[in-house]
């Protein structure tokens, strides 16, 4: 029993971590204020022409989705809906806080989630490093065809940064 006890010991007092590194778990990075903004986007208003989506077999419309990638990893996902023409948002049903970062890369992709689409049947864009998607849009809008969504981009200054968090698209 005793050599059990010296074995347990020696073992224990053995095992002492020389990793330097800080936990990652329950960290929260900050990056500076001079590279980074938060803010809140808000989906306003759609107008969807059915010329500019599929339908199924049935003859109804596909369900559009907005999805919002930053470095390639999706950060926002809107189901926008199987709704045709003109469509306003209230109470703040299409709004995210997020966070902008001037080293990273946006895509925007605005796309009918159907089992069978057409490669162009998608819009949105891409952005290089530095620009924020939904800085400089003509009328607040991004265009897809004739169709729009109507996106508003309210600054929070006073906002401590947060990263964005990636989300998994189902």
């Not at 803010?39 to 759609?46: G, K, T």
């Not at 003109?86 to 709004?95: E, G, L, M, P, Y």
């Not at 600054?155 to 947060?162: G, I, K, T």
């Amino acid at each position: 029993m005793k050599n059990y006890f010296i074995v347990f010991v020696v073992l224990f007092f053995s095992c002492t971590s020389k990793n330097k590194e800080p936990s990652k778990f329950n960290t929260h990075p900050k990056a500076s204020t001079s590279v980074s903004n938060m803010y809140a986007v808000e989906i306003c208003a759609i107008y969807f022409n059915e010329s500019d989506f599929n339908l199924n077999t049935l003859g109804t419309p596909y369900p559009v989705v907005f999805r919002l990638f930053e470095d390639n990893k999706l950060i926002w996902k809107e189901v926008l809906g199987s709704l045709r023409g003109k469509h306003s948002f209230r109470h703040n049903d299409a709004t995210k806080i997020l966070s902008y970062n001037k080293n990273s890369t946006y895509r925007i992709v605005i796309k009918d989630d159907g089992l069978i689409t057409f490669p162009d049947t998608w819009g949105g864009g891409e952005w290089e490093v530095g620009v924020w998607p939904f800085d400089n849009l003509i009328d607040n809008k991004l265009q897809k065809g004739s169709s729009w969504i109507e996106v508003k981009n309210h600054h929070l200054p006073n906002m401590n940064y947060r990263r964005n968090m990636e989300i998994i698209d189902s």
